[in-house]
C-alpha cells in the first residue's frame, strides 16, 4: 500500500475544493492510498481496515451465501473507511478523469459519514488508530492466554449484531432540552395518566387549564398552576420527588450487562476477557451505521460525484468516457435493487420536492394529478432540504417517508415476482405490483435487520441468563442457536436461556387432488401458508442444549 | 412410463400404505419424470434484462461499480499452508470441549474432461443469532426491485432452472467460485485419512503391489531374438545398402538390384520378450445415487458429498489407482460416462433399487471385473422403494456381495419419516445380510439435517473393517 502521487493528490484537493464550494462539509485531511490485488486480499477479511485485530477466521474461506448480510453487516471492500483522517483505496491505473469522478464519489461518502447523526458515535476519535492499539492488546494476550483467546473473540462476536448501537445513538443524541419544566411533565404524563388515571374529558380540561394560565404572566403560571393541583392532589409533591430521585434507568446491552454482572468475569483471572469483550464491542459499534445507510450513502456519493463531474472544467472532454461509466454505476436494472441508483434517484425527486415546495401540507393533502403535476411554488430549497435529509435519516426513515408513489411512478419502478414455470421448466421473471406501498415493503424487508434479543431481568434468577427474542414474524436460523448460546454460555459463567418462537407446522395450501391420465395441476397463485407458532425456551447448560415448549 | 408407474402405485395403494409414504410416493408420481440433460444448463446464455436480478442492496461495492475491480482471488499456495494449520486448530477445539468449526465446504468441483477434480474449502460459519433467511411465508420467493415498461402480470424474462437447483444440489455454484482452492481427490482423501483418521485400509496378508509384470515381445534387438521383425529388417537393410552406395541416384532412372545388397548379421531385427511394467487398477468403485423425486434437495446432497469423499479417500488408499463408474437410478438404472453428469442429473420419478444393483451386476458379469479388481459398492438412496419387500432388490443385492469387497448403502432419512424406518432398511434388515454378511455390507443412516462431521463419521462407518 503507498500513497497516490503528488499528481494526482493535487486533483484530489482540486476537488475537495469544488465540493467544499457546494455545500458538502469534511475534514480538510484524507489519506489516499494504491492498492494492488495482494493488498486487498489482507484488507477485505479485516473490512478494509488496516490495523484490525488478527483472527483466524480471516484467513478461512467463510460459509456466503442467503443471509451473509446479516452475519457480516460490513461492507468488506468499502473503497473508504471512516477514520480520521478518511482513508481510501484505489487502482493504480485508473486515468486520471475516472479519478476525478471517484474522488466525487469518495468525498460524497466522507461527507455523510462526518455529518449523518447515525455515526455520531464515530465522529470524536480515530478508528484506525484505537483499532491498532486494540491490535496490540489482542496480540500481547494471545501470546499469554494461546488459544483462549480466539474462543473468547469467537463467542463475543456471536453477539455483535446484538450489540446497543440505538442505546449509544440516543445517549450521544440526548433530546434537547424541553422549555417547560419537569414538574409538569411528570404531572401531566405520569401522574395524571399511570397514577390517577383521569378520563379523557377530565384531561383536557387540565391541559385547557394549564393553557389558560400561561396565557398569564408566565413566569408566575407554573405556581399558581401547581398551588390549585397541591389543593386537589396533597400527595402529588411527595410522589415528584420520589420520582425525580429514581435514577434513569439505562438499558444495557447483551455486553454490557455481562461485563458487570457476570460472575465468572469478576474473577482476578479472567479480567483479560473484559478488554477483548470491550474491543469486539466497539468494533460492532463502529461498523453498525455503514450497512443501516446504504442507500443513502450510496445515493448520496453518486448524486454529489455526479453533479460535481459535470462542472469540474477539469476533466473537459471526458463526458463521453464519465457517461459510460457513470451508467454502468447508476442506471436502474431491469431486474433487481442498485442501491447507487435507488438512492440517486431519491436524491434528485427530493431536490425537486424542496425546490418546488412539494414538502408541504399544502401539497400533500391535494389529491387532484393536474394539481400536482404543475405544482411550483418556486421556493428553491431543494439543496438545504436534501442537506437535512442527509444529516438526519437512515435508509428505513429515508424510504418509508419518503418513497411514495410519485417517485415510483415516475422512475418506472415495479416489484419483479419469480415463479416457476414447471412446463417449460423456467423462472419466469413478471412485473407484480407497480404500487408504492408493495415496493416500499419489498425494499424494506430486504433491509439490515438483526433480530430484537433482550435481557429479561424478571426472568434472570439464580444466576441464568434469560434472553427474550421479541418475535417480528420470523424465526431465527436454527442451525446457529446452539453455538451462538454455547458462546453466551461461556461468557456468563452460568446457564442461558433462550425464549424465542418457531415454527410448530405449516399447512402447505391444498393440492387438487389428481386425476389420473390428467396433467398434473399448474401451481396457483401463490397463498400464504398456515402456520402454527409456537413459544419455545432454548437452554445452554454445561454445554448441552435443551429445548422445551412453553 | 408415467401409466406404468401408475399402475405400480395403484397396486401398492391397494396392498396397504401408511398415508405418509402414500403421499410421498404420489409426490413422486405426480412430478417431474424427466432427469433432464447431463450438461448443467449454465451454458444456456443468460437473459440480460435478468442480469443483475440475483444482486441486492449489499452486494454492491465502490471498487466493483467504481473501480471494476472484482473481489480479488487468492492463490492456492496461500490457502493451502494454512489448511493443516486449521485442522489442527480444530482437533484442539474437540480436546477443550467445543465443537469443530471447520468444514471442508463445497468440495465438488464437476468438470466436463476430468472426472475426481475436487475443490477443497476449508470453510467455517460464525454463528449469531440471526433471522432464518430462508423462511418465507409465502410459497413464492420474495420479490425484487425492477424498474422499467410493462404491464402488472406481464413476463419480462425467463431463466432456465438449473439442474443442480433442484437435484444435483451443487452447492455453491457460482458463488465464490474464484476463492476456491484446488487440490486432487489425492490430498483429500489425504486430509480425510490423516486429519479425521479415518482407518487406513489394511492389507489382508501380504503387502499389495502396486504394480505387476507381463511379459510381451515388445523390444526390438537387432542380431538374435524370438521373432524376426521383416519390416524393421528390410529397412536397415536399405539404409545400410545406401551408406554402402548400393542404392544410388533416382531409384526412377535405374533399376535397383536387390540381389547386390549386402547383408549384415546385425541388420536383422528381432522382437524379443521383455517384461512390461503394467500397473494394475486396484479398486472399481461403483457409486449408485438414487435420482428419484424424493431425493430433491439436502438428501442428494449429502449423498453426493458422501461419495466424493469416499473417492478421495479410496484414491489416497490405492495411491490413484481407483476407477469408478456412475450408476443412476429411479425406477430404472442407467450408467452415466463420468462425475459431472453423475453430479447434475436433477431428481425426478419413482424408486426402483434393484434396478440399479441389477445394472452393477450386469456391468460387472459383462466386462468379467470380479477377477482383476477389488470392487466397492457405495448407494446413497433415501431409503424409499416401492419395491416395498425388496424382493427384487435382496437376491440382486446378494449378487453384488458375491464379489464385492464392500457394499456401503447410505440411507438418508427425511425428517418427516424419521420415526419409522424406511423401506431399503427395513429389508435389507430382515434379509439378515447385515449379519451373515457383516464384513462387506455396511448400511448407515443418517438425518436429513446432517453435517460434514455427520458425514464422515457415516463413511466410518461404511468403510471400517
Redesign the interface.
Known sequence: MELIDQHTKRIMEGCKQRAWDQGLRFEDESLEYIVTNRDLLELSPKIMIPTLYDYWVHDVEVMKGKGKYELYPSNPYETVINTRPAISFYNDNNPDWLNVMIFYHVLGHIDFFQNNLYFRHTWDYDFAGEALSDKRVIAKLRSEKGRWVDYVIEFARGIDNLVGYFGELSRLNPPPPLSHSKRVDYYFDIFLQQIKHVNTSNYIKEIERFNQCQLGDEALCEDAFFSEVDRRHPEFNALYRKHIEKKPKVRLDLYQFIVENSDFLAKEENQWILSILHVIRKTALFFQPQIRTKIMNEGWASYWHETLFLSDNRINGHEVDFARVNAGVTAMPRVGLNPYALGMRMFYFLEEMGDKGKYSYDFQRNQDIRVRKDYDRKLNAGKAFIFDIRENLSDFTFLNTFLDQDFVTKNDLFVAGKRLNEERMVWEYYVKSRKAADYRKMILESLYHPPHIEIDHTKSNNGVLYLTHHFEGKPLLKEFIPNTMLGIEFLWGAPVKLETTEVVSRVAPPSRPSIPGLPAPTTDRPRKREIKWQRVVYTMEDRQLTKEKL | MKREL?KRFDALLQAGLDPQRAARL?RE????QDH?DPVPAQETPVDP??????????D????????D?P????SYA??IR?IDE?LE?DK?RAK????RK??L?RMIKPGKTGQGKVVV???????????????S?????????????????????????RPEQQGGGGP?QG??GE?E?ESSAYDLGKILTEQFELPNLKDKGKKRSLTRYTYDLTDKNPGFGQVLDKKATLRRIVETNISLGNIAGQPAERSIDPSTFLISPQDKIYRILSREKDYESQAMVFFVRDYSGSMAGKCTELVVAQHVLIYSWLSYQYANQVESRFVLHDTSAKEVPDFAAYYNLKVAGGTQVSSAYRLVNEIVETESLANDYNIYVFHGTDGDDWDTEGKEAIPELKKILAYASRVGITVVQHGSTSTTKSEVERYVAKSDLLESASTTLRMDVMQE?SDESRIIEGIRNLISE
Open positions: 401408475q404420489r408420481l405426480m412430478g417431474p433432464g434484462t435478468l442480469a443483475l436480478a440475483d444482486l441486492g442492496i449489499y454492491y461495492h465502490d471498487l466493483l461499480a467504481l473501480q475491480n473481489e480479488p482471488k487468492a496461500n490457502r494454512s486449521l486448530r484442539l477443550d470441549g467445543f465443537p471447520i468444514r465446504g474449502v476449508p470453510s467455517t460459519t460464525e454463528e449469531k443469532f440471526i433471522h432464518d433467511p430462508n423462511f411465508e409465502e410459497e413464492e420467493e420474495q420479490g425484487a426491485g425492477g424498474s422499467g415498461q410493462g404491464e402488472e402480470g406481464e413476463v419480462i424474462g425467463e431463466q432456465p432452472v455453491g458463488e465464490g476463492h482452492m439435517d
